[in-house]
């Protein structure tokens, strides 16, 4: 029976990072993958869909360039060729993770792995053995009843990247990142978007004032938005579908389109690797529970990403494996994220990149909101990205940063000079008075300090 010190359940953000990270600190490691290394986000999720917003960017560059005289013939414009983009993407990267565990020594299993017992797991009818066993296998597209996913009319966000020719007209339902996301590269190949979002604001879990100035931007290009609005049914016809639409006062009415994409969450893989046989604990649901260093309830048994409680992003997911890892090595690390300095990101048009407080959840605390116009940054207005702003929640007597919403052109970029700030407790008043290279959006950031200072120059 082979033996490990550590051995990993799942190739993706967590599993493949953990892998790596424990056999740089001479861990004798096994990763074990069902599917291809790399995950959802790799190779279903994150990446190829970065590549779909790359073309669809392109794409809509057209009316600049007619704007300049150019003549564009889109008349053969095929969709399908922006699809092959995105999948040699991920295909390139899924093989650079494989590259990368045969380099740094870590054993690659496919299969799928149950336990047998604490120690114990049983992969391809053969048992492999580990001191330690990290649960690290993701999540899945969440079902809703009435609207079952069969992708082929209604899509899961797999299905929306795997789609070869598009849709007149598409109907999203949820308006988390998934959802504005794709209904940003949708509506950029010309596809009529329905976005629809039960709560009040569409990307709900932002700053209101950041789902507001999407909101304006999405309903200026066209994208068709419904806000404390559900789906309650649809029906398949001869021209497609209907889907029957209910808002807060019960009013109904009738939307036409040819797909829908579900778009509502994720739900955890926590099913059938037989943690009831050894004792895990579940919490709100199907979330594994942990403590310190995300050890379950059953010594030497850890779980990160998706199958816990923390946020579903693939860098968490990463950086929890780290910490474990690195807590089995004898490490000095901390024993937990914490929360307020991951930052969330979302890739529609604008961008957004933020992290810690929203202004909703100020309560008490003695906040000062400045809030700074992409319009004011030189750079923004010469490169005609000028929508959006740069907000921050500062501490009013400290200058402390409490938390940052960006909605912009490279929000997802721009926001990490802040979280450094924050992760070393630099205050506003330090990166007000530090010299920022003119012209750069990153003068949108001085800028934003100043105001909260209460000296901004440029507005």
Request: glycine letters at 10%; a negative charge; proline letters at 3%.
């Amino acid at each position: 029976m082979k033996s490990y010190e550590l051995i990993i359940i799942g190739a993706g953000p967590g599993g493949y990072v953990g892998a790596i990270r424990a056999a740089q600190l001479g861990i004798k490691t096994a990763v074990i993958e069902k599917d291809k290394p790399g995950g959802v986000c790799l190779n279903i999720g994150c990446i190829p869909s970065k590549a779909l917003i790359h073309q669809a960017e392109k794409y809509n560059a057209i009316p600049d360039l007619e704007k300049m005289g150019l003549k564009v013939d889109t008349s053969e414009f095929d969709y399908k060729q922006v699809f092959k983009k995105s999948r040699l993407a991920a295909k390139k990267l899924s093989k650079g993770v494989q590259f990368l565990l045969k380099k740094n020594k870590v054993d690659y299993i496919e299969g799928e792995a149950v336990f047998i017992d604490k120690k114990t797991l049983l992969v391809n009818e053969e048992e492999i053995q580990g001191d330690h066993i990290i649960i690290a296998t993701g999540s899945r597209p969440k079902q809703i009843p009435g609207f079952e996913i069969d992708e082929e009319t209604v899509l899961s966000s797999t299905g929306a990247l795997m789609l070869e020719k598009l849709p007149k007209k598409m109907l999203i339902l949820g308006s988390g990142a998934i959802g504005v996301e794709f209904s940003h590269i949708f509506n950029s190949f010309g596809v009529e978007i329905h976005l629809v979002e039960m709560l009040d604001n569409i990307i709900p879990t932002e700053d209101e004032d950041v789902s507001k100035e999407l909101e304006k931007a999405f309903k200026k290009r066209k994208i068709n938005v419904y806000t404390s609005t559900k789906a309650t049914a649809y029906e398949k016809g001869d021209n497609g579908l209907t889907v029957t639409l209910k808002d807060k006062d019960d009013d109904e009415q009738k939307v036409e389109v040819d797909k829908i994409l579900l778009a509502v969450g994720r739900d955890t893989n926590v099913n059938g690797i037989g943690l009831e046989k050894i004792g895990v604990e579940l919490e709100r649901g199907n979330f594994i529970k942990t403590g310190d260093y995300y050890e379950t309830s059953v010594k030497d048994i850890y779980a990160v990403g998706d199958v816990t409680s923390s946020p579903l992003l693939a860098h968490v997911a990463s950086k929890e494996a780290e910490i474990v890892v690195e807590h089995i090595a004898g490490e000095k690390t901390e024993k937990k994220l914490d929360p307020t300095l991951i930052p969330g990101a979302v890739y529609c048009e604008p961008e957004i990149g933020s992290f810690g407080l929203k202004e909703k959840e100020i309560g008490d605390k003695k906040v000062k909101i400045s809030k700074f116009p992409y319009k004011a940054i030189g750079k923004a207005t010469a490169v005609e990205q000028s929508e959006g702003f740069i907000k921050l929640l500062t501490d009013e007597d400290s200058g402390e940063l409490l938390g940052v919403s960006i909605i912009g052109a490279q929000a997802t970029e721009l926001i990490h000079e802040l979280l450094l700030a924050k992760d070393l407790g630099i205050s506003t008043e330090k990166i007000a008075k530090l010299i920022h290279a003119h012209p750069t959006l990153s003068e949108g950031l001085m800028e934003a300090s100043r105001m909260s200072q209460g000296w901004a120059i440029h507005v």
